[in-house]
T-cell receptor, first 119, second 115 residues
Framework: GAVVSQHPSRVICKSGTSVKIECRSL??????MFWYRQFPKQSLMLMAT?????????EQGVEKDKFLINHASLTLSTLTVTSAHPEDSSFYIC???????????????FGSGTRLTVV | AQTVTQSQPEMSVQEAETVTLSCTYD???????LFWYKQPPSRQMILVIR??????QNATENRFSVNFQKAAKSFSLKISDSQLGDTAMYFC????????????FGKGITLSVRP
């Protein structure tokens, strides 16, 4: 089945530095990817929608200058947390619709997540 | 805007028994999709089951089945013959039709299967 590969799985960074998280769609093209943030034992909170070749769409309250999203190809989307602070520590997950025709009606496939710890 | 409500934060079930997880939603749409996702301790999100609103027949996937009541806007998940590997957080989700529509998630329920 469709697989989204997300890296790194865990990252620890110092306060003030930037961290990049990658999501790659394997064996399929993803014109759209979604980025979520999740706190322990809570639901997924949608941060932004990443569109190949165009600007990302951010949800209300999400700082676009802090969470930079790039979707330069049909198989790769990246989330960069800039000038990270301890409050940015969280679990970040990406997801993609199954193919470039947007067959999202079948349900999205998710990356394995990235646990970010800012110290 | 659509909302998804999972009012039970936690449930526990004995191995081999049956458990039902509740979910209600609110929408003015007539056509939509409903999902149950599982998130085990690995935190990998896994699609459990999917229901299309225009289909009256309840979806079934092996030990997992749903009770979809469109008029009541209810979408419960029944897990039969519970297994230890079913221990996870379960999320109910709603999606409107259309390319790249967003998923709206409920708060989730933590299910523990006791040996």
């Amino acid at each position: 089945g469709a697989v989204v590969s997300q890296h790194p799985s865990r990252v620890i960074c110092k306060s003030g530095t930037s961290v990049k998280i990658e999501c790659r769609s394997l064996d399929f093209q993803a014109t759209t990817m979604f980025w979520y943030r999740q706190f322990p034992k809570q639901s997924l909170m949608l941060m932004a929608t990443s569109n190949e070749g165009s600007k990302a769409t951010y949800e209300q309250g999400v700082e676009k200058d802090k969470f930079l999203i790039n979707h330069a190809s049909l198989t790769l989307s990246t989330l960069t947390v800039t000038s990270a602070h301890p409050e940015d520590s969280s679990f970040y997950i990406c997801s993609a619709s199954i193919d470039s025709r947007g067959r999202s009606n079948y349900g999205y496939t998710f990356g394995s997540g990235t646990r970010l710890t800012v110290v | 805007a659509q909302t998804v409500t999972q009012s039970q934060p936690e449930m526990s079930v004995q191995e081999a028994e049956t458990v039902t997880l509740s979910c209600t939603y609110d929408t003015s749409e007539s056509n939509y999709y409903l999902f149950w996702y599982k998130q085990p301790p690995s935190r990998q999100m896994i699609l459990v089951i999917r229901q299309e609103a225009y289909k009256q027949q309840n979806a079934t996937e092996n030990r997992f089945s749903v009770n979809f009541q469109k008029a009541a806007k209810s979408f419960s998940l029944k897990i039969s013959d519970s297994q230890l590997g079913d221990t996870a957080m379960y999320f109910c989700a709603f999606m409107r039709p259309g390319a790249n529509s967003k998923l709206t998630f409920g708060k989730g329920i933590t299910l523990s299967v006791r040996p």
